[in-house]
């Protein structure tokens, strides 16, 4: 039914200019000025159309392998053997509000899929499509009606699916830096021959999943694995605090020195700040910061950023990667909103330039760059527009949504799905449907116009859950995006691992909290007989609040403000939509 | 196949074709399938009066653009959204101007079109214009049907003809630039200059693409006198503030290029539209940044003939603006005066404005004092307003302008600081004034006021209006001392019955105030229809029926101040606004931009703060509060949700109200604020003052949020409360102490409740559980047993083949003796044997010696017949053990195959 909804809606949109035009009387005209503001509604509807066009394709056509071929309308294996773009999409297919599929798809999936297949599997994209994939879709799961078993968040079936998914992966972390290969055997570990080579990114991007997975199993290998390659990648840093694209896992010198923020290097960036939310970890943030200035100091230029050499600063490549484009979105998480936005509105332009990002576009030349010009419809920009557009509801980045909609519609849709553009300089199609358009490019673009989607959710509402180890409080709001944009609750880490430890610390303070109220009647009725030692009693309190406050931080420094804040918004930021950027006072 | 030598090469092409084909056939399931770009399709309805020419034909276009005078070139991108967006607005505009203006749509992106060929844009739609050869102009403006429609028409017709005295009039009393330019007709078909004064029209257009310098012409030689033009060629600039001029074509070349340039550098910006593009721009950034701004926030619609708001604005801008009184009134004035009447009606209070504007000719010129701590006075009031009167009529120099001389300042300021003791001890709340004359200038004196400004946490209560408007009003003009209540008879803007009656007496205080003012506004107009948003941001209500606002924003001292919106803008309310602004302790209050939008926590149990709730929720509320700044978009915030929702699970909630405000959506006074988000405060009962700030380098956690709050909250009310109170109080006392005692006994009993219920749920849970693993133990033993008989057969099995193995075992040993049996009879028969030779040696050596004894031979043929009874039974024994031995191996290989199995 919901298919058949897109042909309606396509008959509306070529129906509007072919409205007879009418009004020579004023008031008429003056309702033609009005600001063309994009209707949020209406093309939310068209991205589920956009969707179920690509599901359903490949349903019929592709499954149970990878990948969609859309342009001959068949399946191909690609990142492994097990249905990955099933497993991507299942948590769009909640967020989209279908909870029938969602439950269909997770009784598939436990029957269907099995990871003891002798494939080489990538280290990296398996942690972010297929463990994301699943840990997300276990978290929703109670969310989407389905039966869960006592003891979830922290135990389930989908859970002990991605887990098993995880432990094939384990064996790429026994190396001597902690530093993960890029490729796994999954049936046999690292393959002899394997090359050391990995890409920084390949190695920084496994804390979001494997914490989760430690937090909620309860197993800390996965978190000391993924931490201990962050460290390493910390510890190997150049002088000036830059990272380069590819390192030698064994021997830890780099063997790319180019460093940036796009490929290669994305979304290590990434999980140093969403890992630092997600465990309110200051050390990662502090990492990420120091990280930060560099980036400020050596790779910024007029809001782009540029390719430097990682040891020397100097520029080596002009150009904007489409993979970069995630960054605004990331700064405006840390509440850099209007650095975001600036940046933003530089990507922007590249867009209307060619009705997608290319893959590398030369900044000085304005032009894409040869053999890099195509745009696997990827969600970057869409995504950093959906995080702006939370933060700043500014109207520029609806109407982004509506070029990508507009875009996408008409330059790749074909028949069997929506296909890759291989060329943005003539629009010419290739045969591929990545996984990453459902789960990300969709949803992405489903939520910057659904401004009510539970994704959304400030905190106004949430569900208790009661576990043997007491009640939880979850689906608060402040879902994690994984780099595949599979959301995670950090509420349900919480629940699985502090709640066990807290809990009678604080059956102790509620006690010493009501008593303490007892006590107060007492000294209430003693105050009024000295009135003199009131006054002492905060010299006694503060002198005793380290030991009353107890603290796992390790700074000693006691002004510093701390790193997981975010700057409240300057007075400008009012004035700072649809395209209006402010300098600094200074 | 190839016999004819010349038909080789043909066929080999056609082999390499087949083969080709059959290689895409075979690699249609290979990697490398790719599609081109689908072929391009209409983009425009046929029925629309755009011409499309949807494969990018430039020269087809090119072609067309002869046919006629002007033409909108529209070149888009099918793909993109903002050209999709446009086309209905173009199509819009078409639809009106098509008989005289040819419309053609270029798709620009089919890539074997000429259009991509040739053109290089970096964005769509782009629209160009051609009047006639001249071109391209292109239009940047809004993609609304309205501004399109204008811009064109104004590309039609970029020349106004100016043919009658009203029609200058209107041409001259418009807010925006204009240039006139006088021409005959009479001499010659066209006379000179007349085609680079079209030109210069059209030129500026390509620039200022707004529009905002309009160009008229005057073809009258009377009409020509008004503005003093005689000379047929001359181009004039006319302002209204400062003295118009004339295009000194002496001094510079006379071409469009000039003229347009001096036209835009000479501009006088009265009223600035501002019509942000939508791309990244620093537009407002270096408005602002110039200054205080007034933003108006007007619908307009460039078609309408007249826009009476704009008209009325207008007048507010020239009054601010109108510093020179000296000079002359503006033209447009002057001539609508001594016009025809019906001119008077339509300003109604022309004249008498203009009376007015003449009769006052002193200006007081103020300034403003922080008295330094070591003053006298410094110990009552702390803030002094100084300001030089100067006798009516008798200036000692005509010339001067009447700004303030800092001279005159420095002079005050030292009478002041001399005149000090005329200054008596009064209540902080009153402004106190006082006059005196000057040392040096017997027609000058001074005026001084003062009071105390207090910035701190009172002035969030509205009890402390200290405002005041009209410091003229204040005090008489013979030296007396003046009292004054500024409370009670200052009106405030926000005040409508204060401020109608007042409104004729003040109208005029307007004019001229921005040269007087030191905070001076740059005045800007924006198309609400456009860009409402802003207003919205600035606090403007979401469903405001008209779309009506002003504000004024001043970006240096980080606030911003908004016109009622119960008030109309009008004339007067902004008049009163712009004053307010710029006395001196402004009673404008910096606005507070709130969330109106209510959004119920839906389980209510955190309390949303807003700006209007923050003083009821947070500061007048009975119990403790802890409130948490948060922004949406902070991902740390964020993820503390469920921390804080946990958190108020917890907390009784008739002593405790955690709270939480957006600070992204809702502005609190600067002392509430903070820097950094989230941070938490806590407010004590009873000391609202003393809030607390949840350490920084804490986790948020929430035991630590509990000691946070144990070690802060219950410190109980202060002794002197207590000591003042009666015996009866305290009982009351101790009364709401119990009952708040049995309310949160009950309270606790319900927890208890829910918890029980919740422990019962985990018992099921927990009895689900170990019944499944009940029925998982009932088969684990079901499967022991199993396992348990399947050991015992094994067992057996072992038994068996133990007992066949000891069997095996003892006839190998068997074995073993007999073989040794045997190996000692050979052994024997060894030694017989040797023995035997021994003997048939020594026989043939006796037998050699026949003849010596023969009895010798007897006792050999005995031994000899015993030797052949032995040996067959050796060899037959000797077979009989082989035999065994066969059976033997066949045995062991048996037992082997036994175990194996």
């Keep these: ?586 | 196949m190839a016999r004819r030598p010349e038909l080789l090469c043909g066929a080999a092409v056609v082999l390499g074709c087949a083969l080709l084909v059959v290689l895409k056939v075979s690699c249609s399931r290979a990697k490398d399938v790719t599609m081109p770009a689908k072929i391009p399709v209409n983009f425009f309805s046929s029925r629309s009066p755009v011409i499309d020419l949807f494969r990018g034909q430039l020269d087809y276009a090119d072609h067309l653009r002869q046919d006629s005078e002007v033409v909108l070139y529209f070149f888009y991108a099918p793909w993109c959204g903002q050209s999709i967006a446009a086309r209905e607005e173009i199509e819009h505009v078409a639809s009106r101007l098509s008989d005289q203006v040819l419309f053609v749509a270029v798709n620009c992106w089919w890539n074997q079109g000429k259009c991509r060929k040739q053109k290089h844009f970096f964005y769509f739609p782009v629209i160009h214009l051609y009047h006639r050869s001249f071109g391209p102009i292109e239009y940047k403006g809004p993609m609304s049907a309205v501004y399109i429609e204008k811009f064109v028409r104004r590309v039609m017709t970029p020349l106004l003809y100016i043919s009658s005295r009203s029609k200058l009039l209107d041409f001259l009393s418009n807010y925006e630039p204009g240039v006139l330019g006088y021409f005959e007709f009479n001499a010659s078909p066209q006379p000179p200059g007349y085609l680079t004064f079209f030109t210069s029209a059209l030129h500026s257009l390509k620039k200022d693409y707004l529009g905002t310098i309009r160009f008229g012409v005057i073809t009258d030689k009377q009409i020509a006198k008004e503005v003093s033009l005689m000379r047929s060629g001359t181009v004039y600039l006319h302002r209204h503030v400062n003295n118009s001029l004339i295009y000194p074509s002496e001094v510079m070349n006379y071409t469009a290029e000039n003229i347009c340039k001096w036209a835009l550098e000479n501009q006088e910006m009265l009223i600035r539209w501002l019509r942000p593009h939508g791309g990244k721009s620093l537009l407002l950034n270096n408005e602002l940044k110039k200054g205080p701004a007034l933003l108006l926030f007007i619908p307009f619609n460039p078609l309408a003939e007249s826009n009476p708001l704009l008209d009325e604005i207008t007048k507010v801008a020239l009054e601010y603006k109108n510093c020179n009184k000296s000079q002359a009134p503006e033209p447009a004035q002057h001539l609508r005066e001594s016009d025809s009447p019906d001119f008077g009606s339509v300003v109604p209070d022309a004249r008498t404005k203009l009376t007015e504007t003449f009769s006052i000719t002193e200006y007081p010129c103020c300034n403003t004092v922080v008295l330094p701590q070591w003053h006298s006075i410094s110990r009552t009031h702390n803030v002094c307003e100084l300001c030089v009167n100067q006798t009516v009529g008798v200036k000692p120099s005509q010339v001067t302008v009447p700004q303030c001389n800092f001279l005159e300042i420095e002079a005050a300021l030292n009478s002041f600081y001399l005149q000090e003791r005329t200054f008596f001890q009064v209540a902080s709340n009153t402004i106190e004034c006082s006059n005196f004359l000057s040392f040096y200038s017997p027609f000058s004196y001074y005026t001084a006021c003062c009071r105390t400004v207090n910035r701190g946490l009172l002035s969030l209560d509205n009890s402390k209006k200290t405002i005041f408007q009209n410091l003229e009003v204040a005090f008489s003009s013979h030296g007396k001392k003046v009292k004054k209540d500024a409370q009670s008879s200052i009106p405030h803007i926000e005040d409508r019955n204060y401020f109608v009656p007042d409104l004729h007496v003040n109208g005029t205080n307007i004019t001229g105030l921005s040269c007087r003012t030191n905070k001076t506004l740059n005045l800007y107009l924006l198309d609400s229809n456009l860009f409402w948003k802003y207003a919205e941001r600035l606090g403007a209500s979401r469903a405001a029926r008209v779309k009506e606002f002003a504000a004024i924003v001043d970006l240096k001292e980080e606030t911003h101040y908004i016109l009622d919106q119960n008030q109309a803008v009008v004339r007067s309310t902004l008049e009163n606004f712009i004053q307010n602004f710029s006395i001196i302790y402004s009673p404008l209050k910096r606005h507070l931009v709130g969330d109106s939008s209510v959004h119920f926590h839906v389980q209510h149990v955190i309390t949303e703060v807003t700006t209007n709730t923050f003083h009821e929720v947070v500061l007048l509320s009975e119990k403790d509060v802890l409130l948490l700044y948060y922004a949406q978009w902070c991902g740390f915030c964020a993820s503390l949700n469920h921390i804080f929702i946990q958190l108020a699970r917890f907390l009784p909630p008739d002593n405790f109200t955690v709270a939480r405000i957006d600070v992204s959506q809702n502005d609190l006074p600067w002392e509430f604020m903070t820097d950094r988000l989230p941070t938490i405060l806590l407010f004590p009962q009873n000391r609202k003052d003393q809030s607390v700030k949840f350490p920084e380098d804490f986790s948020v956690t929430v035991p630590n949020l509990l000691k946070f709050i144990l070690r802060y909250s219950s410190l109980p009310s202060s002794a002197s409360d207590l000591e003042s109170c009666t015996k009866e109080c305290l009982q009351k006392e101790e009364i709401a102490l119990q009952q708040r005692r049995t309310s949160h006994l009950e309270r606790e009993i319900e927890k208890l409740r829910s918890e029980v219920s919740a422990i019962h749920q985990t018992h099921e849970q927990l009895e689900a559980q170990l019944s499944e693993s009940r029925a998982e133990e009932r088969r684990l033993q079901q499967q022991k047993h199993t396992l348990e008989r399947q050991r015992k057969t094994l067992q057996l099995h072992s038994e068996h083949l133990q007992t066949i193995c000891e069997q095996k075992n003892k006839e190998l040993e068997e074995m073993a003796e007999k073989l040794q049996e045997l190996a000692d009879a050979s052994e024997n028969l060894l030694k017989e044997n040797a023995l035997l030779r021994v003997l048939v040696a020594s026989m043939e050596r006796k037998l050699e010696n026949k003849d010596e004894n023969k009895k010798y031979v007897l006792s050999e043929e005995m031994l000899s017949n015993d030797n052949t009874g032995t040996i067959p039974t050796a060899t037959d024994r000797l077979h009989d053990e082989r035999v065994d031995i066969n059976i033997d191996t066949r045995v062991t290989e048996q037992s082997k195959e036994n175990r194996t199995e």
């Design chain 1, 1 to 586: 039914m919901l298919r058949s909804l897109y042909p309606l809606l396509c008959l509306y949109v070529l129906h509007v200019p072919g409205r007879p035009p009418q009004g020579a009387n004023r008031g008429e005209v003056v309702a033609g000025a009005a600001a063309h503001e994009v209707d949020a509604a209406l093309y939310r509807e068209r991205v589920r159309a956009m969707f179920y066009h690509a599901y359903d394709n490949y349903l019929a056509h592709a499954f149970p392998y990878d990948e969609l071929r859309p342009l001959t309308c068949d399946g191909q294996d690609t990142w492994g053997s097990f249905s990955l773009t099933l497993i991507d999409a299942l948590d769009t297919l909640l967020i989209l509000g279908n909870v029938s599929e969602f439950q269909r798809v997770v009784d598939v999936l436990q029957e269907g899929v099995d990871f003891d297949i002798d494939v080489n599997a990538s280290v990296f994209e398996t942690n972010i499509r297929v463990v994301g994939g699943l840990l997300s879709a276990h978290l929703l799961s109670k969310k989407a009606g389905t039966e869960v078993e006592p003891g979830w968040p922290c135990s389930g079936p989908l859970l002990r699916m991605a887990e098993e998914a995880a432990r094939k992966l384990l064996p790429a972390f026994q190396t001597p830096t902690g530093m993960p290969f890029g490729t796994v055997n999954l049936l046999h570990g690292v393959n002899p021959g394997e090359t050391p080579v990995t890409c920084t990114a390949g190695i920084g991007t496994f804390i979001v999943e494997f914490a989760t997975l430690s937090h909620l199993t309860g197993d800390p290998v996965f978190e000391d694995a993924a931490r201990k390659a962050l460290k390493a990648l910390w510890k190997n840093r150049s002088d000036i605090g830059l990272v380069g694209n590819h390192i030698d896992v064994v021997t830890a010198k780099w063997v790319a020195q180019d460093a940036g923020i796009g490929a290669g290097v994305d979304s290590y960036f990434e999980y140093l700040v969403k890992g630092a939310i997600l465990l309110q970890d200051e050390e990662l943030m502090s990492m990420f910061l120091e990280y930060n200035k560099a980036i400020k100091n050596y790779t910024k230029f007029d809001d782009w950023y540029l390719w430097v050499q990682m040891y020397k600063g100097t520029v080596t490549m002009p150009i904007f990667q489409s993979l970069e484009a995630y960054w605004p979105g990331l700064q405006s998480l840390i509440g850099d909103i209007d650095n975001a936005m600036r940046t933003f509105l530089n990507y922007y332009t590249v867009w209307k330039q060619f009705g997608g990002l290319p893959e590398f576009y030369n900044i000085p030349q304005g032009y894409t760059v040869e053999k890099r010009e195509g745009y696997p419809l990827r969600p970057e920009l869409i995504e950093s527009a959906m995080y702006l557009y939370r933060a700043t509801q500014d109207p520029t980045l609806l109407e982004l949504g509506r070029d990508a909609v507009e875009s996408i519609e008409r330059i790749s849709k074909v028949e069997c799905g929506f296909a890759t553009i291989k060329d943005l300089r003539d629009h010419r199609l290739d045969n591929r449907m990545e996984s990453f358009f459902l789960a990300e490019t969709v949803k992405y673009l489903y939520l910057l116009f659904d401004a009510d989607n539970f994704m959304h959710n400030d905190g106004s509402t949430f569900n208790i859950v009661l576990t043997p180890y007491g009640e939880c409080v979850l689906d608060a709001g402040g879902y994690i995006f994984n780099t595949e944009a599979h959301p995670i609750d950090p509420a349900a880490l919480h629940c699985c691992k502090k709640q066990k430890e807290e809990r009678w610390e604080i059956e102790d303070l509620m006690r010493e909290f009501y008593s303490l109220k007892r006590n107060k009647k007492l000294t209430l009725k003693r105050t009024t007989d000295k009135s003199e030692g009131e006054s002492q009693k905060p010299s006694v309190d503060t002198s005793s609040e380290d030991g009353r406050i107890k603290t796992n931080l390790k700074n000693n420094t006691k002004r510093k403000i701390s790193p997981l804040s975010c700057p409240n918004q300057p007075f400008n930021s009012k004035l700072e939509v649809m395209g209006q950027v402010f300098l600094d006072n200074t």
